[in-house]
């Protein structure tokens, strides 16, 4: 068996630990960057959960299996495991007995290019906080609403529990074969979040304020907009092991 290491803004101590680990016991490993050319069986990801977000956001290969390591005490939803107990975990890594679960991603376009996938949510807001962001959502085609905010969030069953949550939107089944949408604080008192299927095709088009207009992607980079962004189930999705 053989394991990738990946850790980009991580000390290097929890990867020297990881790899003493898994020496011990008798498993490959090595780190993996852009350039690697070995095969391995998973990833080991450091840096919790932004550190497995950063690695979808590369150019890896998404089919691989991946584990992701929290360096602090707090558990997340992408990486689960703390380094302090990854050493119990090494048996279930090396005898293969853990289960894989597949997570959902949001391929998404800028004004018609292609930008990396999104784990979590695809946000669009004014640059400037504070101000009205105007845009039109059409889901398949179909004119869903023209609205006011102070933005539109777009969000996956994982990311239910992130930024859409704190603005009002429900945190989703893991599972659910679903997107949600969340108008963030709208001028329309009637205006509510609303669930559409993960088969869909997702654009919000017209979007202008008093200054430019910006997309977040994971919460992690902005991208400035002029007028459309479409976003729609990505293929494969990402393999968590659990």
């Not at 391995?40 to 550190?51: E, P, S, T």
């Not at 290019?113 to 004014?126: E, I, Q």
């Not at 919460?219 to 459309?228: A, W």
């Amino acid at each position: 068996m053989q394991i990738g290491i990946y850790g980009t803004g991580t000390s290097s101590t929890a990867a020297k630990t990881v790899k003493k680990i898994l020496d011990d016991s008798d498993i490959a490993s090595f780190p993996i960057s852009k350039s690697k050319n070995k095969q391995v069986d998973c990833v080991i990801v450091l840096g919790g959960d932004k550190g497995v977000r950063n690695y979808f956001h590369r150019t890896f290969d998404s089919t691989l299996p991946i584990l992701g390591i929290s360096e602090g005490e707090a558990s997340g939803f992408l990486a689960q495991i703390d380094l302090k107990e990854f050493p119990s975990y090494v048996n279930v890594l090396k005898k293969q007995k853990y289960t894989v679960e597949e997570v959902p991603r949001l391929g998404v376009k800028i004004d018609g290019k292609n930008v990396y996938t999104v784990l979590n949510d695809v946000a669009v807001f004014s640059s400037r906080s504070a101000m009205l962001m105007e845009h039109t959502l059409r889901v398949n085609d179909e004119e869903v609403w023209h609205d006011n905010s102070d933005g539109i969030i777009v969000s996956t069953p994982i990311g239910s529990s992130a930024y859409s949550m704190s603005a009002g939107g429900p945190v989703l089944f893991q599972d659910s074969a679903v997107f949600e949408i969340i108008s963030v604080n709208s001028l329309d008192v009637t205006r509510r979040p609303i669930i559409v299927s993960n088969n869909s095709s997702i654009e919000i088009d017209d979007i202008s304020a008093r200054l430019h207009c910006e997309v977040v992607l994971d919460g992690l980079d902005r991208y400035k907009v002029n007028k459309t962004v479409e976003c729609s189930q990505f293929f494969p999705p990402a393999k968590i092991i659990r």
